[in-house]
């Protein structure tokens, strides 16, 4: 009796990200960089260990080598659960719950909005998933998924950074930049210590800095290296405890939304250096504590489950079952078994309860109103070039930033008319 093939989830799955061991990890659609970021971190590290760590370990401690280890296994593990986890994707809405679509639906309106701790904030419908994003959310336009508490599309690390994964993203930023400094000062010190032994006429080199550069080159190629990246890497870890500390992510601090939302609010914001950020907790501590070491929510993505015969696209059909049972069983009119997916998908008839449990916020709707377009809110003009030069140039964000372009109405126009009351 032939065995039959399941298909699973993320087979069928609808965005650009690529799955590796039969969906157990998930990049994003172009690993090379991330490939690129892995080789750099794991040679120079082998250098390290090669050259430096022997010597160091005989003349100077033991605990040199032990402390660099620590460090390189850190980050190396970081930067793995970062770039093979999923980020925070909020799986597209099925065909049932996308709303009515053919000739006499209406178009759904682009924007509403809902109020998050008393202060007004939009969401924007996503054309692309069907749905309206909760609230941080945004589309990141390489892996083509919407993508909860969106901080950026990072190539680096060959994955979206989001809700799930910025803690992981994080702890690589700043566990990478200690590790360049370790490194970077592991080989000044080998050198050194080969210069003096030369001079004092112990070292196989010869005298001066040329002869411990002629005895150990791999240092002064480790020390290259690490020196040149240890700025930007020590950058990005400043700024991301920034946004930690002020509960941001890169998106919001880019477009700045809350500063623009702050100009255009009064009084309220009077408090807080986080002025009009709903998000903040009100003080660094607690916005760390919250963002790096809070709850974590589930995968929504079930990238494992078992998609049901009837939910197949045809193409799996085809290739999946062959060659079909003599008899095939009608589908039975009883609803199909409530599998985790399934759950996932009722997200639009609960759209706001789970973006209550999504946010652990109080949300209250305040309107619903077709057009909103335009409507000042926080567009590409609230940025800084200085900050978005210095992102670019670390992060190489640009590519992938979802800056809330104007999406193209789904097929005419949808007329700005007041909302109809029924
Ligand atoms: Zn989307
Ligand atoms: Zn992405």
């Not at 939304?257 to 709903?278: D, H, I, T, V, Y």
Request: charged content about 15%; aromatic content about 6%; proline content about 10%.
């Amino acid at each position: 009796m032939a065995r039959r093939r399941v298909t699973r989830r993320w087979e069928v799955f609808a965005g650009r990200n690529r799955f590796w061991c039969d969906g157990r990890l998930m990049t994003a659609p172009h690993p090379a960089v991330f490939l690129l970021t892995l080789a750099l971190i794991t040679g120079t590290c082998a250098l390290h260990f090669a050259f430096d760590c022997p010597y160091l370990a005989a003349r100077v401690s033991p605990a040199l080598p032990a402390g660099g280890a620590a460090l390189a296994l850190l980050t190396l593990s970081a930067l793995l659960r970062t770039a093979l986890s999923d980020p925070g994707i909020i799986p597209r809405a099925a065909p049932g719950e996308a709303g009515a679509e053919g000739p006499g639906a209406r178009p759904p309106p682009r924007a509403r909005e809902v109020l998050v701790r008393g202060r007004p904030v939009k969401l924007k419908y996503c054309f692309t998933c069907k749905m309206f994003r909760p609230p941080r959310a945004s589309h990141c336009s390489l892996c083509d998924n919407c993508v909860e508490r969106f901080d950026h599309h990072c190539p680096w690390v060959g994955n979206c950074v989001g809700r799930r994964n910025y803690r992981h993203f994080y702890t690589f930023v700043v566990s990478l930049s200690f590790l360049a400094v370790w490194v970077f000062a592991s080989a000044v010190a080998h050198l050194a210590l080969l210069a003096r032994a030369g001079a004092a006429g112990g070292a196989a080199g010869g005298a001066g800095l040329a002869g411990a550069l002629r005895a150990s080159p791999a240092s002064a190629l480790v020390a290259a290296v690490s020196f040149l990246s240890v700025w930007s890497v020590l950058g990005l870890a400043g700024f991301h405890t920034y946004l930690a500390s002020t509960d941001q992510t890169t998106n919001e601090d880019i477009k700045g939304s809350f500063s623009l939302r702050r100009a255009g609010a009064r009084a309220g914001a009077a408090g807080a250096g986080a002025g009009g950020n709903p998000y903040s907790r009100g003080n660094p501590c607690a916005n760390c504590w919250h963002v790096l070491c809070g709850p974590l929510p589930p995968s929504l993505l079930d990238r494992r489950g078992v998609v049901p015969g009837e939910e197949l696209p045809p193409q799996f059909v085809v290739t999946v079952c062959p060659a079909p049972a003599p008899a095939p069983a009608p589908a039975p009119p009883a609803a199909p078994p409530l599998t985790p997916a399934a759950a996932n998908g009722a997200l639009s008839s609960h759209r706001h309860a789970y973006m209550n449990h999504s946010l652990d916020l109080d949300l209250q709707e305040l309107c619903v109103g077709a057009g909103a377009a335009g409507a000042g809110g926080a567009g590409a003009g609230g940025l800084s070039a200085s900050r978005l030069r210095l992102l670019q140039d670390t992060t190489m964000i640009d590519a992938a930033l979802d800056l809330d372009e104007p999406e193209p109405p789904p097929a005419a126009p949808a007329a700005p008319a007041a909302p109809a009351r029924a």
